[in-house]
């Protein structure tokens, strides 16, 4: 049979099939092969021995967490407490365009900044908008509803930006536990221990304890600049130019013109630097 599988919690790998659960194992082979079952993937499972038998082709894999086939991520964003990060919303950002995932940005605690601050948050993200990027608050619970159809989501962010609040908000049915944000840390507490997919509007939510692995190393150079989707727009004298430190770069002018967003191209130039 042929199905997915929505937790795993130690060996026990709960994979739904026309609305019925089971919890399986996988064959002991995938371990000898160094593969990893993960969330989200589609397997070819014995319903009578419980068994995985084979993990089908992923469109795309992330190890921490260790989930699979995602379609959309919903970037949630705090605007204070946690503090609101340019840098690591763009982190975030090339993360999932390195894995083909599309792309919601939204932000969360309009409430508990001062109204400038906000128009401020808001006019950088029109710049994002532009770039196709999608922006929504919490609030805007019926457009999030309608994203979320007929797709497989990803919710991530700092801890304590309110994903799981949002997800509770979403449909309570969740009853995800939710944290406190430590006021000595300005960070949320981790609550989300184990990764679960759930079903919901024709589509999937996944809550999981956070992307760690934020770095760049393992992603190529060339990779990270395809990423940022502004460059594109630009043809520099040379094929191959990093848009970083070469003389003749256009990218590098329409940063000094305020073309690109400033802060999008230094997270660039870090980026570029941590990939190999």
Do not use: W
Not at 9 to 14: I, L, P
Not at 174 to 199: D, Q, W
Not at 225 to 248: A, I, Q, V
């Amino acid at each position: 049979m042929r199905g997915q599988i929505v937790k795993i919690s130690s060996n026990r790998h709960t994979v739904e099939c026309d609305g019925i659960k089971y919890n399986t194992v996988p064959r002991g082979k995938f371990r000898k092969d160094k593969l990893i079952p993960k969330v989200g993937d589609y397997v070819l499972f014995d319903e009578k021995r419980l068994v995985i038998d084979e993990i089908l082709e992923r469109k795309n894999t992330f190890d921490r967490p260790m989930v699979s086939n995602i379609d959309q991520a919903f970037i949630v964003t705090s605007l204070v407490n946690p503090n609101f990060s340019l840098g690591l919303l763009d982190r975030l950002i090339t993360l999932m365009e390195l894995h083909n995932v599309s792309v919601v940005i939204c932000l969360t605690k309009i409430d508990l900044v001062l109204e400038n601050t906000y128009k401020e948050i808001r006019n950088l993200m029109k710049y994002y908008e532009k770039l196709g990027y999608k922006v929504v608050t919490n609030q805007d619970i019926d457009k999030i509803k309608e994203l979320i159809k007929n797709k497989t989501n990803v919710f991530v962010g700092q801890t304590g930006a309110g994903k799981s609040t949002l997800l509770n908000k979403l449909n309570p049915g969740f009853n995800l536990e939710v944290g406190e944000v430590s006021l000595a840390l300005g960070r949320g507490r981790h609550t989300t221990r184990n990764v679960t997919l759930f079903p919901f509007l024709d589509g999937k939510v996944m809550d999981t304890p956070g992307f760690s692995a934020l770095d760049f190393s393992s992603y190529k150079k060339e990779d990270i600049k395809k990423s940022f989707r502004e460059f594109s727009l630009y043809s520099c004298p040379f094929k191959d130019c990093s848009h970083t430190k070469e003389e003749e770069c256009i990218v590098k002018k329409a940063v000094e013109d305020k073309e690109i967003l400033e802060s999008r191209y230094n997270s660039y130039l870090k980026f570029y630097e941590e990939g190999r």
